[in-house]
């Protein structure tokens, strides 16, 4: 009998929003490998959606978090522990800025967004694991998402790019404080999706498009195809790696150049 990659986890999935969101990839592929799963919200309003997708994967641990409270992230963990005494995962799939500085330039970043973005897209990761940490033994396994923008310049990606870049910085450091009791800590770094933070970024159709035409596979990512790796990287299969950021984007991340088959497209519709 074929043993399930989960089976006997749990885990915490955090940044659920709807059925197109990366988290719900990810808490999918971990379901069907066997993981019993818990889902935090951020707000009411989005309770009544995260709930129904939580039940279609057997769970009705939904508990509400805004992780720029510190009071929230504390009664997460504390309600967490009222149901499970140990946690084998976390996933981290948040991150947040003001959409009118996700065009523009990036120089032009104001003092406050800069604070709340990497607030929301860096720090809480920290806060996050600092917590989950304590509920973990050898074995555990943390993960965050993160884009090439870290690395690169992207169009419109601005102070995203430069909170993406310390979020990787942050895996690096909680890999080596926490590798001494077995736990680890990953980033994937997703090509682009069509989801509700996407849709923030000025001409995410174009970025779409262009990876599309140019990356090596010769098409965008899915959902599932992050979940896949979310489970290498959160099972067994990866008890080898740790402080990785891992590219889930159809290999763009290796491309200097257009494609030569590529087609030049235009920037505002995207068409060819
Ligand atoms: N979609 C892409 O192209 C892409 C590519 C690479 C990385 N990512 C990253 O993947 C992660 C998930 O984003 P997504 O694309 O699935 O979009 P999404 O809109 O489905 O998910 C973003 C989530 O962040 C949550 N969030 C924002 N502020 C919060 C707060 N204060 N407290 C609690 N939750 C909060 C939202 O509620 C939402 O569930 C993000 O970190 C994003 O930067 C996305």
Redesign the pocket.
Known sequence: MSMKLMEGKRGLI?????D?????GIAQKCAEQGAELAF????DA?KKRVAPLAERLGSNIVIE?????EN?LDRLFEELGQHWDKLDFIV?????SDKEQLRGRYVDTTRDNFAMTMD??VY?FTAVVQRAARMMGPGGAAL?????GAERVMPHYNV?GVA?AALEASVRYMAEDLGKDGIRVNA???????????SG?GD?RYILKWNELNSPLRRNVT?EEVGKAAVYLLSDLGSGVTGETHHVDAGYHLVGMKAVDAPDIDAVTGRK
């Open positions: 955090m940044g659920l929003a709807n197109k969101s990366i988290a719900w935090s919200y951020q707000g989005l978090c805004d992780v720029a409270e929230s981290h799939a948040i991150g947040f929301i897209s809480s965050t998402l993160t884009y090439y995203m993406k994937i770094s997703a090509g682009p999706i069509k989801t509700l933070a996407a970024i995410f959902q």
